[in-house]
């Protein structure tokens, strides 16, 4: 069974930081996609940032230099260190793993900053 389990959400200020993990468990992660979506209230989900199988990675215009994906194989682990965070950043930010045609989500994180 595939599971992926997003923690690290919560209320922040504005210019405040938060680090979001996705634990993953029942694929073989390396050779997936990883990434974040969040999607906030009235809109649709959105790509935030994602980290391929090479180690590339790439992120929405609105979060570069401000936000950094990362993963560590060995734990099956994703990571989304966000700084600098302002209120339009808030939403549910959604972890993803994609490999052709095997798409798996996690159940959300709430982000929330305000002051």
């Known amino acids: 069974q595939v599971q992926l389990v997003e923690s690290g959400g919560g209320l922040v200020q504005p210019g405040g930081s938060l680090r979001l993990s996705c634990a993953a468990s029942?694929?073989?992660?390396?050779?997936?996609?990883t990434g974040w979506y969040r999607q906030a209230p009235g809109k649709q989900r959105e790509l935030v940032a994602t980290?391929?199988?090479?180690?590339?990675?790439n992120y929405v215009d609105s979060v570069k230099g401000r936000f950094t994906i990362s993963r560590d194989n060995a734990r099956n682990t994703v990571y989304l260190q966000m700084n600098s965070l302002k209120p339009e950043d808030t939403a549910v930010y959604y972890c993803n793993a994609n490999f052709q045609l095997l798409n798996f989500w996690g159940r959300g994180t709430q982000v929330t900053v305000s002051s």
């Open positions: 980290f391929t199988s090479d180690g590339s990675s």
């Open positions: 029942g694929i073989i992660f390396s050779i997936y996609t």
